[in-house]
């Protein structure tokens, strides 16, 4: 297993040092605790089929397989999807080193000597990007040791797999070492804020990533993941499943990036919520295994439960690459029994047909992820709209796009403009998804090539695209969260916003929420007075529509006046330290 960094204790002093990964010879991991326990799911799954009757998906497969008690959660075979709640078994647990404390003190409290399920921690979330991979890193550590050495002391008396400050993204980590087809795993992750955020539903992860691998990775709060963590029963609502079948090949400009932009703008930010993107078809096989990961992981940009794909040729070959040749000759029996791929017949909740010979690269927003737009009409769309048409800074990496192979066609690029005497005239930031990614890049030349046209290459972690940015460019600038506006809030959600300051406003007629779209302009009313503690002060939201349209939203809130001094301040902390 490749380390990032360690922390060796010399004359009361930390010593930080960097473990780069070094070219050996591909050795087999020992498998025994990745290899899904194929049989058992498998004889589980035909006491399912007694029940139910009917032709299964892939991800009812997966599913129903983990279930505890297939008679209980089935109760006779009525209507499942939307409807009934699962218990289940996840196979492995995975968490950040920001929302992995809590979890591991409530664990503690279990009175578990070791994890009842194989899991690992993280360390990604809190390397903040400024200068460069080995500067920033070295600041992280030391800023954040304390927590560091919690969890890693956590981890060592657990039997937890901890992965130290460097060695890379959790989702990179999860696809390279952990993920095999048919498995279900939960991952904690909690969610990031960047300007006003509209959602119906505020936990946004990207664990879904590991579905390239043909699994369902489904991303979890801290109890959730507890519960996997102690052995008990986690439950689920079935989420319903949505059939995404593709056809034809993608022309050689369009990626999987561009499918799954497509597809947002096709579902919406809403569109997937509750449900389970099942892709299958001719056109699944055509692409690479971290392709088809980037696609499951943007699969969280609709809401979606998570995402899978049946198990591929390219799959194995992945497998074989990373040193999990016993996974993938598992997984190969379990695909022939008909395990990895959905029933002759099967039902899906409703059927997307896209031909892949017809997308073209495409652009996203601004504002919302589902604001796609093909590049071809991308210019003249701007235009449009008014807006600028600058562009401030080029990121490349984080969970979505830091494979080898997002990092070679990019170097490609990099290569012909610097052949062409162009330098990037904005900052262009690099961040690799693990340290092995790392490593085979500086061996391949890519890392020269990227740097060659004034590329940044940062640590192995998440970085800019979690807003873990020392950005020096852009300092009189607003960067941050000012408002959620949602239908509803849980307690400890809306607590914790409210301490983090940002303003949670609730919809005062629910049915308000669908009157929001894509590129809708969102501006608020009556804010000022509100954090003056005005008497009667009211919040709306004015929407300007595309076409021009204006109209207000009225807007309720549950901020006291003490409250509003930390939304004054920025956050509950920040007022306490201009108190002492």
Not at 27 to 35: D, H, R
Not at 79 to 102: F, N, T
Not at 241 to 254: A, E, F, K, M, Y
Not at 538 to 566: A, C, P, Y
């Amino acid at each position: 297993m490749l380390r990032g960094s360690r922390i060796q204790p010399r004359r009361g002093l930390d010593v930080i040092k960097r473990a780069l990964a070094t070219h050996t010879p591909l050795v087999e991991k020992s498998c025994a605790s990745i290899t899904p326990p194929y049989a058992k799911l498998i004889q589980n799954l035909e006491h399912v089929r007694g029940i139910l009757n009917r032709p299964l998906t892939l991800s009812e497969k997966i599913l129903y397989s983990h279930l505890v008690d297939p008679q209980k959660s089935l109760a006779g075979g009525g209507k499942i999807r939307g409807e009934a709640y699962l218990q289940l078994h996840p196979e492995r647990v995975a968490m950040q080193d920001a929302s992995a404390q809590m979890a591991l003190l409530q664990f503690m409290s279990a009175g578990l000597s070791q994890c009842a399920v194989p899991t690992s921690i993280h360390c990604d979330h809190l390397i903040q990007a400024s200068e460069g991979a080995d500067a920033d890193l070295k600041r992280s550590i030391i800023s954040n040791q304390e927590v560091f050495e919690f969890l890693e002391s956590a981890s060592r008396k657990y039997g937890i797999e901890f992965w130290r400050p460097g060695s890379g993204i959790i989702h990179q980590i999860v696809l390279e070492n952990y993920a095999a087809p048919g498995m279900l795993m939960s991952v904690f992750l909690r969610f990031s804020l960047v300007n006003i955020v509209y959602k119906e539903n505020l936990s946004d992860s990207h664990t879904p990533n590991a579905g390239g691998l043909g699994m369902l990775a489904i991303g979890v709060g801290g109890a959730d993941a507890v519960d996997a963590m102690t052995g008990t029963p986690w439950e689920l609502k079935a989420p319903q499943v949505v059939g995404i079948h593709l056809t034809g090949s993608l022309n050689n400009w369009s990626t999987t990036k561009d499918l799954i932009l497509h597809l947002a703008g096709r579902l919406t930010v809403r569109g997937g919520t509750g449900r389970i993107l099942e892709y299958f078809g001719p056109g699944v096989f055509n692409q690479s295994c971290t392709g088809l990961a980037t696609i499951a992981n943007m699969g969280a940009e609709v809401g979606a439960t998570t995402s899978t794909f049946p198990y591929t040729p390219k799959m194995n070959a992945y497998l074989k690459a990373t040193g999990r040749g016993l996974v993938a000759i598992a997984a190969d029996e379990a695909a022939s029994q008909g395990f990895l791929s959905p029933d002759d017949g099967a039902q899906y909740d409703e059927v997307i047909d896209i031909n892949l010979s017809e997308i073209e690269p495409t652009i996203t927003g601004p504002f919302t992820p589902d604001l796609a737009t093909p590049i071809s009409k991308f210019g003249s769309f701007v235009k449009d709209q008014g807006w600028k048409d600058e562009f401030s800074a080029g990121l490349i990496g984080s969970c979505t796009n830091s494979s080898y192979e997002d990092m070679t066609r990019v170097a490609d690029l990099a290569r012909q403009a610097q052949a062409a005497g162009i330098q990037a005239k904005v900052p262009f930031l690099c961040t690799p998804g693990s340290e092995q990614i790392r490593a085979t890049m500086e061996r391949d030349n890519v890392t020269a090539s990227l740097e060659g046209v004034g590329a940044v290459v940062l640590a192995n972690a998440c970085g800019p695209c979690i807003g873990q940015w020392k950005r020096e460019d852009r300092k009189d600038e607003e960067n941050g969260c000012a408002l959620i506006l949602a239908r509803s809030f849980a307690r400890i959600h809306e607590t914790n916003l409210k301490k983090q300051g940002v303003l949670p406003l609730w919809f005062v007629n629910k049915a308000d929420y669908s009157r929001i779209g894509s590129g809708d302009i969102i501006e608020t009313v009556g804010l000022a007075d509100t954090i003056r503690r005005v008497p009667d002060a009211s919040i709306k939201i004015r929407v300007t529509k595309l076409d021009g349209e204006v109209f207000n939203i009225e807007t309720n809130h549950t901020m006291s006046s003490d409250q509003l001094k930390w939304l004054e301040a920025g956050s509950a902390l920040n007022y306490i330290r201009s108190q002492i």
